[in-house]
């Protein structure tokens, strides 16, 4: 598995030196006045620290890890793919049942994941936090939100 992970930093690293090399093309710009390009620039640079950093760290714990095998069976799997599928079910389901009820499905879902055992206090989070950040896009910064079959526009 080490060099899986190895090889999936490398990949990043090399990913980041390509839009690196694109970013300059597209023009950089100035602090001052930024071009179109500065933003992926530092972002580039951000994953190429971050790959080579996370490289670093798992080469000197390597001695630490040597004595242990580590598998990737359906175990380790299912957080992943319920995350990965309920972000997909989110995707579809905005426009149908709204931003406030379809992000509450998706927060409520997300936290049971990872939190089961806590299913009333993940479904009150998911309610605030549904409904707070309505607010907060809706109202305060007059984002245009799905509306949805239920028409909650307060």
């Known amino acids: 598995m080490k060099w899986l992970n190895r090889a999936s930093h490398l990949s990043l690293m090399g990913f980041s030196v ?17 071009g179109p390009g500065f933003m992926p620039l530092l972002a580039a640079v951000l994953l190429f620290c971050l790959s080579f950093a996370t ?19 359906l175990k380790e799997l299912t957080k992943p ?16 049942l709204g931003y406030p009820v379809a992000t509450f499905l998706l927060l409520f879902t997300l936290f049971s994941v990872t939190e089961p055992q806590q299913w009333r206090k993940n479904l009150v989070i998911a309610a605030l936090v549904a409904v707070l950040s309505f607010l907060v896009f809706d109202k305060w910064l007059r984002v245009q939100l799905p ?3 239920f028409l909650l526009g307060w």
Do not use: H, M, W
């Open 147 to 149: 509306d949805g079959i």
């Open 18 to 34: 390509l839009i690196f090399f694109f970013c300059v093309r597209l023009g950089i710009g100035k602090p001052q006045s930024p």
């Open 81 to 96: 793919v319920c995350l990965v599928i309920s972000l997909i079910g989110y995707a579809f389901l905005l426009n149908v």
């Open 55 to 73: 490289i670093i760290v798992e080469s000197r714990g390597a001695a630490d890890d040597e004595g242990r095998k580590s598998s990737l069976g």
